[in-house]
């Protein structure tokens, strides 16, 4: 059962990244899902860290090193809106942290234009059993704009091809972040036929 929306990306992390596997981290922040992430996927997976701002790589680089982990990852000061040209490999997943970087600026924040480039971009890079997770932060400044830009792009994938499973906590006050999880249909399709 999911508690908020920690606990369901926790889930997708427990339940299906495995050792080896390929994985980003869109929005590197404070390093606590590029860490979770390298704990899963171990010493013969990899994982590529995006962040627009110096201060969060170095949070991230910091957190990963005291946690005894030194390899098997790229940091990339670049915005995630330009992942293909730092990613030439498939990938089980791309993880998004909508916001900004807490305890920083936060007039530095996601924004809709370069977060749906980037789900767009992902959504190639995945392989065919691969996900995308995206917690929304919303409300401040330019929250309700980011969400509602791509929750219409994200209802607007063509249904044939994607799965888009949205989890929100419609009881809760003060707007609590939402989940959104794409998958590939066809895989899940040709799954559930046994045919996998
Ligand atoms: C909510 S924080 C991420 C939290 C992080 N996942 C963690 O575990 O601590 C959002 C981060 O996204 C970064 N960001 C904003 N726009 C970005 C962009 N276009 N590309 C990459 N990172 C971006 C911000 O600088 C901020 O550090």
């Given at each position: 059962?999911?508690?908020?929306?920690?606990?369901?990306?926790?889930?997708?992390?427990?339940?299906?990244?495995?050792?080896?596997?390929?994985?980003?981290?869109?929005?590197?922040?404070?390093?606590?899902?590029?860490?979770?992430?390298?704990?899963?996927?171990?010493?013969?997976?990899?994982?590529?860290?995006?962040?627009?701002?110096?201060?969060?790589?170095?949070?991230?680089?910091?957190?990963?090193?005291?946690?005894?982990?030194?390899?098997?990852?790229?940091?990339?000061?670049?915005?995630?809106?330009?992942?293909?040209?730092?990613?030439?490999?498939?990938?089980?997943?791309?993880?998004?942290?909508?916001?900004?970087?807490?305890?920083?600026?936060?007039?530095?924040?996601?924004?809709?234009?370069?977060?749906?480039?980037?789900?767009?971009?992902?959504?190639?890079?995945?392989?065919?059993?691969?996900?995308?997770?995206?917690?929304?932060?919303?409300?401040?400044?330019?929250?309700?704009?980011?969400?509602?830009?791509?929750?219409?792009?994200?209802?607007?994938?063509?249904?044939?091809?994607?799965?888009?499973?949205?989890?929100?906590?419609?009881?809760?006050?003060?707007?609590?972040?939402?989940?959104?999880?794409?998958?590939?249909?066809?895989?899940?399709?040709?799954?559930?036929l046994g045919k996998i």
């Amino acid at each position: 059962m999911f508690k908020n929306s920690h606990s369901v990306v926790k889930y997708y992390f427990d339940e299906f990244i495995c050792e080896g596997d390929r994985v980003a981290d869109a929005t590197a922040g404070g390093g606590s899902d590029t860490l979770s992430l390298k704990l899963r996927v171990g010493q013969s997976g990899f994982v590529y860290s995006f962040d627009i701002q110096n201060e969060a790589l170095i949070k991230t680089e910091k957190k990963l090193n005291e946690n005894g982990i030194t390899d098997g990852y790229k940091l990339i000061f670049d915005s995630h809106s330009n992942m293909d040209k730092h990613i030439s490999e498939k990938l089980k997943a791309v993880v998004f942290n909508l916001g900004y970087l807490p305890g920083g600026d936060h007039s530095i924040h996601t924004k809709p234009d370069t977060t749906i480039t980037a789900v767009e971009k992902s959504l190639d890079l995945i392989s065919e059993d691969g996900f995308v997770i995206i917690t929304i932060y919303h409300g401040g400044d330019s929250g309700f704009e980011e969400r509602d830009r791509l929750l219409e792009y994200l209802q607007n994938l063509d249904n044939k091809k994607y799965n888009v499973l949205l989890y929100n906590f419609i009881n809760k006050p003060n707007c609590p972040p939402m989940v959104a999880v794409i998958t590939n249909e066809e895989f899940l399709r040709r799954k559930q036929l046994g045919k996998i």
